[in-house]
């Protein structure tokens, strides 16, 4: 398993900052969606050092930037 400094795991991230998100969002309202993928998955990516460094990370984009495959929603309904 890929450790970080400090000795976690990307896996371990990955599901603290969802659990996170989930315990929070419906009050904070930071996230209008998430898109998660499947943390094992991407943590047997990882281990095959195939992709980037940053590859799984978590990141948060604001929702008036495009992405890919993204609905842009500025917020709005």
């Known amino acids: 398993m890929i450790r970080l400094a400090g000795g976690t795991s990307v896996f371990n991230t990955l599901r ?7 315990r929070y969002n419906s009050h904070l309202n930071a996230f209008v969606s998430v898109e ?8 047997e ?11 799984g ?12 495959g993204w609905e842009i929603t500025c ?3």
Do not use: F, Q, T, W
């Open 57 to 68: 990370m978590p990141i948060a984009v604001k929702d008036n930037i495009c992405v890919k």
């Open 16 to 22: 603290h900052y969802l659990e996170r998100i989930d």
């Open 75 to 77: 917020a709005s309904k």
């Open 36 to 43: 998660a993928r499947d943390i094992e998955a991407v943590s």
């Open 45 to 55: 990516k990882i281990e095959s050092k195939k992709d980037g460094r940053l590859y």
